[in-house]
């Protein structure tokens, strides 16, 4: 029970500390925990003195750093939480959004709204993301059902050919928007801001709302359809439901910071290793982890170098080796 403990109040108490420190640091300055706490009070009206307050400073810190903050931490959980739902219901360690076309689909409907401003990035994001998932499941669907490894092999078909789809649209963009739309596929946060927050904070709330109330049965999934019918659950409909959840939560993810490659498929993969396979606690443990991972790797890349790397290099490039060591240590059976 002592230990149990210990593991939430981790969960929890580790996320606050990163986004207390994330507020201390950044490119332009550095400032001391005692300067952070007296902008804190000023800003809540705790506090009058305003000895030392800094303009510029509270700026950075509200209408820069903590807007940022949030949205990485929003993105890190939706996309760590879309990975484990995928692979809870296609009973499959390899699955992520990516692989099964979400994210290129998202993307490429993001970047022709970037490029033809018919409608919001957000939507036309969605609902691409949604057609891809809907090609991924026809072209799987045979003989009144879905083979496993004929979705992800279709996935990856659908996924090749969205991304094709995105390199015309570069082709076809002049200098200005070629650039933004680069940067932006390379995952871009530097462009955080409120009207960003709000637009992604409700739909990504919601999803992992959702994900949260049934996560004990993504543990029936996990044992097959067979054993969910058997408890009274139609399977079906849940893996319908779970999965248009995990679209909407990454094609948000995806419309508001670009794509950030392979991140949903590592950190659900931590969280097992650490914890366990147990959905009913790895949906916890992948909201924290992956929203605390992502905003360690941002700080990072905010942070060691006087100019920013796009948040899709550094997850690869600090995430797969976390990733290696972790496996090697665990020596984990995805089969047990």
Do not use: C
């Not at 820069?64 to 959980?77: E, H, Q, S």
């Not at 692979?87 to 699955?95: D, G, K, L, T």
């Not at 990035?121 to 609902?127: E, K, L, Q, T």
């Not at 026809?138 to 879905?146: E, I, L, M, Q």
């Amino acid at each position: 029970m002592t230990q149990h403990i210990k593991t939430w109040s981790l969960l929890i108490l580790l996320p606050m500390l990163l986004i207390i420190v994330s507020l201390m640091i950044g490119s332009s300055q550095n400032i001391g925990f005692g300067e952070l706490f007296h902008h804190i009070a000023l800003e809540f009206g705790l506090s009058e003195d305003k000895a030392g307050f800094q303009e510029s400073l509270h700026t950075i810190l509200w209408q820069v750093r903590l807007p940022r903050i949030i949205l990485t931490f929003l993105v890190g959980a939706s996309l760590a939480s879309s990975g484990g739902v995928l692979q809870a219901v296609f009973r499959n360690p390899i699955v992520d959004p990516f692989t099964l076309g979400i994210s290129s689909g998202s993307a490429f409907g993001a970047a022709l709204a970037m490029l033809f401003p018919i409608m919001a990035v957000n939507i036309s994001a969605f609902i691409f993301g949604v057609i891809a998932v809907v090609i991924t499941y026809a072209v799987s669907y045979a003989g009144a059902k879905t083979s496993i490894v004929s979705m992800i092999l279709a996935g990856m078909i659908v996924s090749g050919v969205f991304t094709a789809f995105l390199t015309v649209l570069q082709y076809l963009s002049d200098p200005y928007k070629l650039q933004a739309i680069v940067q932006w596929t390379m995952g871009n946060l530097h462009t955080a801001s409120w009207q960003k927050v709000h637009t992604a904070v409700f739909p990504i709330l919601i999803g992992l709302l959702v994900i949260v109330i049934l996560r004990w049965k993504l543990n029936l999934l996990a044992l097959g359809d067979h054993e969910a019918m058997a408890v009274g659950v139609n399977p079906l409909w849940l893996k319908l439901i779970l999965m248009a959840v995990a679209t909407m939560i990454t094609a948000s993810s995806v419309a508001a910071v670009g794509v950030i490659s392979l991140f949903g498929l590592i950190v659900p993969h931590i969280s097992r290793m650490i914890f366990g396979p147990n959905n009913h606690i790895t949906v916890w443990v992948n909201i924290s982890i992956g929203g605390t991972f992502l905003l360690l790797i941002d700080d990072f890349s905010r942070a060691v170098m006087p100019f920013e790397i796009p948040i899709g290099v550094f997850t690869m490039i600090i995430g797969a080796p976390v990733f290696i060591y972790l496996m090697r240590r665990n020596a984990i059976n995805w089969n047990s």
